[in-house]
């Protein structure tokens, strides 16, 4: 494995009985690199994020993460990463700061790791007046924010964000970047989902899945360039209307 690249895939595929939900897909994953995965709902994005996370055995195929191998490694592979799911991964009756200490023990961060991380965190989303609230009474654009700090809590090297900003408004979905930039800037890879073209924009480079494969990948100036598409939209639909799987619905 390339120590450039945290993530490398080779013709990992993934079938439930009949049906192929990813088809031989290759890859590779620079460290420091935000890696936007990008593709309708049903192309296989949650799949192969969860392949490689460890959470989902392969069919087929080869894939390393970070070092460790899909298939012999997945708890080394859990230990060593960030995941935040689609859906809110928080606990709703737990306050800001339990959260924070919940999931630092799970990340295995001792008393004076924690004191500090939190109050990091506290400072960066400028959420000291609710550190104390109940996480079910904050807006669902702060929850999503502190949802990635907490997923990022022990420092790893990667973190995979599976549709972080569904369902919130543009100025949040911005401020949410800020964060993965910021992030990105300090060292650690992003991997993320997402179905919305504009956030491409964000990505040192982007694959767009079709039917469970790869159908493009580079960075976004050469995929306009490569489709003569003004927007990351065009791109997308250009290729979308590939999908037999859409075509079926």
Known sequence: ??????????????RFGEFVAVDQISMDVGRG??????????????????????????TAGKAMVNGFDVYTEPEKIKRNIGYMSQRFSLYDDLTVVENMKFYGGIYGLNNKELKIKTEEIIQLLHIGDFKDKLV???????????????????????????????????ITRREFW?????????????????????????????????????????STRELKTKYKAEDMESVFVTLARKSKRANQE
Not at 2 to 14: A, Y
């Open 178 to 218: 800020e964060l993965i930039t910021q992030s990105a800037n300090g060292g650690m890879t992003v991997f993320v989902t997402t179905h919305y073209m504009d956030e491409a924009e964000y990505c040192d480079i982007v694959s767009i899945m079709v039917d469970g494969r790869i159908e493009a990948m580079g």
């Open 136 to 170: 079910r009474s904050l807006p669902l654009g702060w929850k999503q924010k502190l949802a990635f700090s907490i997923s990022i809590l022990h420092n790893p090297p990667l973190v995979f964000l599976d549709e972080p900003t569904g369902g919130v408004d543009p």
């Open 1 to 14: 494995m390339n120590p450039d690249n945290i993530i490398k895939v080779e013709k990992l595929t993934k």
């Open 33 to 58: 690199q935000i890696f936007g995965f990008l593709g309708a709902n049903g192309a296989g994005k949650t799949t192969a994020i969860k392949m490689l996370s460890g959470l989902l055995q392969p």
